[in-house]
């Protein structure tokens, strides 16, 4: 039976387990925290339908004012190679910063951290420009579905994005896409999917799962249901068995994380770092973790690592800003 049929027959805990036992054979069992580094809250396209840019753009007058201090996003950068967590990807709205701007932060994280980064900072056919302070580049397609895509993000054209990612891929970079489940598509949808991943050589996907925003059409469309996001994830797991897949899970739906993990996810995301750390929510994702029979890399509850050599005076006061709001997490985090 193909795989789409078992979903749609929910014959979701068969396909689990096939695709945990692929996973643990390709992929080992250790599980990454990552972490994506935002650069700015404005976006040029601002029409994502379920977007929270998209109900943000009208009230920025001035995209400048909108970006993140540099010292600010290289500290969050310092952070998360403290906690041991990865750098999901440099993920900026369209306009924000230039590429010669973008290049030159990717260049001082991956000074940082040791590790180049990955982009998604919309389409661009500016690739060349990158080097070796980069890894690879991400698509943010959210849904492969054509006719789909077209009405929920007219302004970046899958065309585009799969142009970018094929010359990405002749450029020596990794190609990653970014799919989000529960904008509408089916279980059928993921022959688009599929498709995709086997045409562009995708080495990385990114699933995340509807963040309903208030003010946008899907403020009262429920997040898609656990078994199927899991479901999504081991069918794709099963199709590939080297990919590497991150799964997103917002604080409100921990419980998806134990489940996303024996489905094949390498590495879990989406999580309000700062806010979480040190908190019984910090610590129900490392249980999940530990409840799904795998290795957590780095920590989400462990202070003895905040510390550290700041690596330059001016980041100095964004580190302790960042380490008083960990450790002030005594109080529970409020959903
Ligand atoms: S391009 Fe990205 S940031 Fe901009 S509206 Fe669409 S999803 Fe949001």
């Not at 799962?209 to 469309?221: E, F, K, V």
Request: contains cysteine; proline residues 6%; negative net charge.
């Amino acid at each position: 039976m193909n795989l789409i049929q078992k979903i749609k027959d929910k014959k979701i805990l068969e396909i689990l387990q096939e695709a945990n036992q692929i996973t643990l054979k390709n992929h080992g069992n250790e599980i990454t925290l990552e972490r994506a580094i935002f650069l700015s809250w404005w976006c040029d396209k601002g029409d994502c339908s379920f977007c929270y840019m998209s109900s943000q753009k009208p009230l920025i007058q001035d995209p400048k004012k909108a970006r993140r201090r540099v010292e600010a996003i290289l500290a969050e950068a310092e952070m998360v190679r403290r906690m041991g967590w990865n750098i999901e990807f440099l993920s900026g709205g369209y306009g924000a910063f230039t590429t010669p701007e973008i290049k030159n932060i990717a260049t001082q994280i991956h000074q940082i951290t040791d590790n180049p980064v990955w982009l998604n900072v919309g389409i661009t056919s500016e690739l060349d420009a990158y080097g070796e302070e980069v890894t690879g580049v991400t698509g943010a397609v959210e849904v492969a579905n054509p006719e789909l895509h077209q009405k929920i993000c007219p302004s970046k054209p899958l065309n585009d994005i799969t142009t970018m990612l094929t010359t990405a891929g002749d450029l020596g970079f990794k190609k990653a896409i970014t799919i989000i489940l529960g904008l509408g598509e089916t279980p059928e949808d993921l022959q688009y999917l599929w498709e995709m991943i086997r045409d562009l050589e995708i080495d990385r996907i990114i699933f995340y799962s509807l963040n309903p925003h208030p003010d946008t059409p899907y403020a009262d469309t429920p997040q898609p249901a656990s078994l199927y996001y899991a479901g999504v994830v081991a069918a794709t797991r099963i199709k590939f068995p080297q990919l590497e897949i991150i799964t997103g899970t917002w604080v409100d739906n921990l419980a998806n994380i134990g489940p996303l993990i024996l489905a094949g996810s390498n590495g879990i995301t989406k999580f309000p770092l700062f806010k979480m750390f040190g908190t019984r929510y910090g610590r129900r994702v490392e249980e999940e973790v530990q409840w799904a029979g795998r290795k957590l890399k780095g920590t989400f509850t462990d202070p003895a690592c905040l510390d550290g050599e700041s690596p330059s005076v001016e980041l100095e006061p964004f580190l302790k800003r960042y380490i008083k709001s960990c450790l002030n997490n005594k109080t529970e985090y409020k959903v």
